[in-house]
Nanobody, 126 residues
Framework: QVQLVESGGGLVQAGTSLKLSCAAS????????MGWFRQAPGKERDLVAA????????YYGEFMKGRSTISRDNAKNRVYLQMNSLKPEDTAVYYC???????????????????WGQGTQVTVSS
């Protein structure tokens, strides 16, 4: 059983940057591909970025491609999401997720992930 706790969300102005962090515990972190998703009120949960078990492969959702970077530190059991040039439409709850898979694989669908954090709110003001 993997537990995930996100941090780093908050209220920021448009055009600024924010770095989210997700701490994992309770399992072998490097057995899991990781992902960041976001969900705005009344909308579906969308993939922001995904990373394979040893960070060899990354994948970015269309709406934050070029403005975000996902990374992980397997020694610290953490995954990060650096977000730049934030826009009001980036306002959402951001979730960290983990899913067991083979090396070199990223998981793109929410249904592929087994474990989820409680989410952290990101609000971008104009």
């Amino acid at each position: 059983q993997v537990q995930l706790v996100e941090s780093g969300g908050g209220l920021v102005q448009a055009g600024t940057s924010l770095k989210l962090s997700c701490a994992a515990s309770g399992g072998a972190f490097n057995n899991n591909a990781m992902g960041w998703f976001r969900q705005a009120p009344g909308k579906e949960r969308d993939l922001v970025a995904a990373i394979s078990r040893y960070a060899v492969v990354t994948y970015y959702g269309e709406f934050m491609k070029g403005r975000s970077t996902i990374s992980r530190d397997n020694a610290k059991n953490r995954v990060y999401l650096q977000m730049n040039s934030l826009k009001p439409e980036d306002t959402a709850v951001y979730y960290c997720a983990a899913g067991s898979t083979s090396r070199g694989t990223v998981l793109r669908s929410p249904t592929e992930y087994e474990y989820w954090g409680q989410g952290t709110q990101v609000t971008v003001s104009s």
